[in-house]
């Protein structure tokens, strides 16, 4: 089992006047921890499951290219960009960006979004639930097409972009993987089937039913299921002191048994470096073995 570090909350004890200093700190600690990944959720508001929304919050993709700077090995994605905020254009172009220059270390994470309250208040369409699919099928058409050879227009129900240009290309070979987040059953699941490397999971009861119907899905799409990397979101505490790193790699172990192959999510005092010292010399090495 491998283990990825999200981080969803920016408001420490030092204030904003020390958060790149103590983010860097952050990220180079969990990188030289040995953490697979490291995410930032892709929000302009925080949201009511991390906090008040007040609280702050940073713009992912600038966020991500900064950690990049003060890491060298861990993969570096949103867990996930809705795909509102964006033109499909400068998501790919951010994402070739970083990964260009994380030395193709960069992953799209993205999903069909859900935050109204955000979008409404910052003046972002939010459009109904199935045009919102709608976009997220074409963005991933668009965004795939740009990372292939040539550059030849896209048109589409919802854009119509005359030459698909993008140099310098990513240098993930043969592309940056896509990871596509949600459990929904009817679409979400069958475009993880369709057309990503990845999916994001909650570790919910259902999460065995929602890995079943991935699977009937990939059958129908002629897709094989064992391509596909299955993450779930699951907060990663052990504790201040290390204390519930046993119950944590009992839970790693029964979800690798249900086929996950990483855990993703939030590490409670993240921003103190012995917490994640300790996942480098008693939870990682431990996980890797599972």
Same mark, same amino acid.
């Given at each position: 089992?491998?283990?990825?570090?999200?981080?969803?909350?920016?408001?420490? @004890?030092?204030?904003?006047?020390?958060?790149?200093?103590?983010?860097?700190?952050?990220?180079?600690?969990?990188?030289?921890?040995?953490?697979?990944?490291?995410?930032?959720?892709?929000?302009?508001?925080?949201?009511?499951?991390?906090?008040?929304?007040?609280?702050?919050?940073?713009?992912?993709?600038?966020?991500?290219?900064?950690?990049?700077?003060?890491?060298?090995?861990?993969?570096?994605?949103?867990?996930?960009? +809705?795909?509102?905020?964006?033109? @499909?254009?400068?998501?790919?172009?951010?994402?070739?960006?970083?990964?260009?220059?994380?030395?193709?270390?960069?992953?799209?994470?993205?999903?069909?979004?859900?935050?109204?309250?955000?979008?409404?208040?910052?003046?972002?369409?939010? @459009?109904?639930?199935?045009?919102?699919?709608?976009?997220?099928?074409?963005?991933?058409?668009?965004?795939?097409?740009?990372?292939?050879?040539?550059?030849?227009?896209?048109?589409?129900?919802?854009?119509?972009?005359?030459?698909?240009?993008?140099?310098?290309?990513?240098?993930?070979?043969?592309?940056?993987?896509?990871?596509?987040?949600? +459990?929904?059953?009817?679409?979400?699941?069958?475009?993880?089937?369709?057309?990503?490397?990845?999916?994001?999971?909650?570790?919910?009861?259902?999460?065995?039913?929602?890995?079943?119907?991935?699977?009937?899905?990939?059958?129908?799409?002629?897709?094989?299921?064992?391509?596909?990397?299955?993450?779930?979101?699951?907060?990663?505490?052990?504790?201040?002191?290390?204390?519930?790193?046993?119950?944590?790699?009992?839970?790693?172990?029964?979800?690798?048994?249900?086929?996950?192959?990483?855990?993703? +999510?939030?590490?409670?005092?993240?921003?103190?470096?012995?917490?994640?010292?300790?996942?480098?010399?008693?939870?990682?090495?431990?996980?890797?073995?599972?």
């Amino acid at each position: 089992m491998k283990l990825g570090l999200q981080i969803p909350d920016f408001t420490w @004890p030092n204030g904003a006047s020390a958060l790149g200093a103590d983010l860097a700190a952050v990220v180079r600690t969990a990188d030289n921890a040995g953490f697979d990944s490291i995410a930032v959720m892709d929000h302009f508001f925080q949201i009511g499951g991390v906090g008040p929304v007040e609280n702050d919050m940073l713009e992912a993709y600038t966020t991500l290219g900064f950690i990049a700077a003060h890491t060298e090995r861990a993969k570096l994605l949103t867990v996930v960009t +809705g795909v509102l905020y964006r033109h @499909p254009g400068l998501l790919a172009k951010a994402i070739t960006t970083l990964d260009v220059l994380s030395g193709g270390r960069a992953i799209l994470g993205i999903g069909a979004g859900w935050n109204e309250d955000e979008s409404r208040g910052l003046g972002f369409p939010f @459009p109904p639930v199935a045009e919102r699919f709608e976009l997220l099928e074409e963005n991933l058409q668009y965004v795939l097409q740009m990372w292939a050879d040539g550059d030849e227009p896209f048109k589409s129900k919802h854009f119509d972009a005359s030459r698909l240009l993008n140099v310098p290309q990513a240098l993930s070979d043969p592309r940056p993987p896509i990871m596509i987040g949600g +459990g929904g059953e009817k679409k979400t699941l069958r475009l993880v089937a369709k057309y990503a490397d990845q999916c994001n999971l909650f570790n919910s009861p259902e999460l065995e039913h929602k890995l079943d119907v991935l699977k009937q899905h990939c059958e129908n799409e002629g897709r094989d299921y064992d391509s596909i990397t299955k993450t779930v979101y699951h907060i990663l505490d052990i504790g201040e002191n290390g204390e519930k790193s046993g119950e944590l790699l009992q839970e790693l172990e029964r979800l690798h048994g249900l086929g996950i192959d990483v855990a993703l +999510g939030m590490v409670p005092h993240v921003h103190k470096p012995a917490v994640l010292e300790k996942f480098g010399t008693d939870v990682i090495p431990a996980a890797e073995k599972i």
